[in-house]
């Protein structure tokens, strides 16, 4: 993909909901491994789909926006077409989901491989796409060698014309196939353009957490393919969706193994891009199976989302199959995970049931309060106030006779919210006492869910809450609507 720099590729992706705007949708489809993958990365000119030599890596629907010759349009990578007497038992769902993209698509790209010629797998998909009354452009993939593309009109026998010879894997003939899919779409039908700020949210866990069964039940559709056995998602999948007029953008990650457990290229890919997923979101909804409790590597997913900045919310699934349930069970199981890490006491915990939608608007009101924490403008004179009133009820500790003086404080980033301590001592500051503020600042703004960090310096530049409102709205109107307080009491949490 290094051509993309240079512009030999000009595609850029954009959110589905950067406007008003329907966006015509081009769908990928064919039978497994013969590039689909391959040409969803190369028209977005990067690596946003796993690709692999495999059979049956993409099983759910991954949609992208792209924008070629200032024609912006939607693509989607679908999973390979089995046919039903496979083995493989997500087959029936994977179907589901190709036929569901073709129902929504403008285009379709039937694709297959020229290298292996027609199959009979080929000929039966074809025959169901046809009766979809569908405009398709027949795509022969892998013809890097001339003799390859000499051997692509035996796939005329699909009904779907002359076959557009390509490689995705090196970008042969790429850009004139380009120039004839946007030839053949329609127009955008534009509305209004807003410049909304959707929330953007990753959804994590470990394997057969019901992170896919979450993400359908927030969509209202079967968009992601859900089964019991772990590692079924592979791809970072994300949809948009909006609820009372809020625009939110989801993304379906794979499940994080520990990492002396992945040595298969598709899972390193599959958490490379979690990781990604993390990075790109403004928090992370941490689901974790109630019947099995916080592990070892929901701590690490914790660890990761610290590292990056950004707020969580913790949600306990399946609570519908929580054995031995009694009302004093949420509390129980939130001691001990507080007991195990003390700074979830700062993150909203939900009990929730993806698969009977049992408390799920909870999960939405969180996303939108934790949203608002993290952009918050605190205030720069209430910062000071509350600041100077930690330190009139709890002075800082002396360091080996050395008296540690704080000085002032003040707010100078947003997402994450960070406070600047100014002190003649930075190293000195002792450790409980930086989370004894912590924990103050926390209580004092209900910043549940944020990832606040504290900065001690020698030197504190001041920052007016006019440059930080530059980068996020003030507390006053992006609260509006929203209780900070809801949901994230420790003493009101759902049971």
Not at 342 to 370: C, D, F, H, W
Not at 417 to 427: G, K, N, Y
Request: proline share 4%.
């Amino acid at each position: 993909m290094k051509d993309s720099r240079k512009g030999v590729f000009c595609f850029m992706e954009h959110f589905l909901y950067l406007s008003t705007m329907k966006l015509p949708v081009v769908c990928i489809i064919g039978r497994p491994n013969v590039g689909k993958s391959s040409l969803f990365n190369r028209i977005l000119g990067r690596r946003a789909a796993v690709v692999s030599d495999r059979d049956g890596v993409t099983r759910d629907r991954h949609y992208q926006n792209a924008n070629y010759k200032g024609h912006e349009f939607t693509v989607v990578d679908t999973g390979g077409f089995l046919p039903d007497d496979t083995i493989d038992v997500l087959a029936d769902s994977v179907r589901t989901q190709i036929f569901n993209a073709v129902e929504e698509s403008d285009l379709v790209l039937f694709m297959v491989d020229v290298r292996v010629g027609i199959t009979k797998l080929d000929q039966q998909f074809a025959r169901l796409i046809r009766k979809l009354d569908k405009q398709v452009i027949l795509v022969a993939n892998k013809s890097e060698n001339l003799g390859d593309r000499q051997e692509s009109y035996e796939f005329l026998k699909l009904g779907f014309g002359q076959p557009r010879t390509i490689s995705a894997l090196t970008g042969y003939a790429c850009l004139s196939l380009m120039d004839e899919i946007i030839a053949v779409l329609p127009t955008p039908v534009r509305g209004e353009r807003k410049e909304e700020r959707p929330i953007r949210f990753a959804i994590l866990g470990r394997p057969n957490a019901g992170k896919s069964t979450l993400l359908n039940r927030l969509m209202g559709e079967e968009r992601a393919v859900v089964s019991d056995i772990p590692g079924t998602t592979r791809d970072s999948i994300d949809c948009s969706f909006t609820v009372n007029g809020q625009k939110f953008v989801v993304t379906d990650t794979a499940g994080l193994r520990k990492k002396a457990k992945v040595d298969d290229e598709i899972e390193i890919f599959s958490n490379m891009r979690t990781m990604e997923s993390i990075r790109r979101s403004d928090l992370s909804v941490l689901l974790v199976d109630c019947t099995r409790g916080l592990q070892v590597q929901d701590f690490r997913i914790i660890t990761e989302i610290r590292k990056a900045g950004k707020g969580l919310i913790l949600v306990l699934n399946k609570w519908d199959i929580l054995p031995d349930k009694t009302e004093k069970s949420f509390d129980r199981m939130v001691k001990e995970m507080l007991e195990r890490e003390p700074m979830l006491e700062y993150v909203p915990i939900l009990s929730i049931s993806a698969k009977e939608g049992l408390r799920i608007n909870r999960v939405i009101q969180s996303i939108q309060t934790v949203y608002a924490n993290c952009r918050r403008v605190l205030g720069r004179d209430r910062v000071a106030e509350s600041f100077a009133n930690f330190l009139q009820e709890k002075a800082p500790p002396s360091h080996n006779a050395r008296v540690v003086a704080l000085t002032r404080a003040c707010q100078i980033l947003v997402e994450p919210p960070v406070i600047a301590i100014e002190t003649r001592t930075p190293e000195l500051v002792d450790e409980s006492y930086k989370r004894y503020l912590l924990k103050k600042f926390y209580e004092e703004f209900q910043l549940q869910g944020a990832p606040l960090r504290l900065n001690f310096d020698q030197k504190l530049t001041l920052r007016k809450d006019e440059e930080l409102e530059q980068f996020a709205e003030s507390s006053d109107s992006v609260l509006v609507g929203v209780d900070p307080k809801r949901d994230l009491d420790s003493k009101n949490r759902e049971r």
